[in-house]
């Protein structure tokens, strides 16, 4: 549920599809070959919060969500790193079907490099939403 949210927050936001085409931003892994720039966005943990009523409809989880960016070159990184955090960082509402409460930046991962010359970097996002019981 929270990928699917972080996505469509994603591929809403003119200033990232600019620079990525929606198609190449994508829920789970980014097939090998796939043009550069991309995004791949993962679900790391789901936590839910303490139930406060057990016959509650729903109840709320905390989800931390890694959005993975990535670039031909290095220079191009770290701007679209910032574009996707502007994009998602304090979002709240109703997500793409998703009811959720608060979107927060959380971590930022190392600049990695694989064999074919691309370049990283994570950024993570803490989503608050409510889950049906």
Do not use: W
Request: net charge negative.
């Amino acid at each position: 549920m929270s990928v699917k949210s972080i996505r469509a927050l994603l591929v809403g936001a003119a200033t990232v599809v600019a620079r990525v085409p929606e198609d190449q931003i994508m829920a789970g892994d980014v097939p090998i070959g796939t043009p550069m720039p991309a995004v791949s966005i993962k679900e790391i943990v789901s936590v839910p919060v303490g139930a406060i009523d057990g016959q509650a409809d729903r109840s709320v989880v905390v989800t931390r969500v890694q959005v993975m960016v990535m670039a031909k070159a290095y220079p191009e990184v770290k701007p679209l790193r910032d574009l996707v955090r502007q994009a998602c960082n304090f979002q709240r509402g109703l997500i793409a079907g998703v009811d959720v409460v608060s979107i927060e930046r959380d971590t930022v991962g190392p600049d990695l490099q694989d064999d074919a010359g691309n370049y990283f970097q994570s950024i993570d996002f803490k989503v608050t939403h409510y889950e049906q019981n």
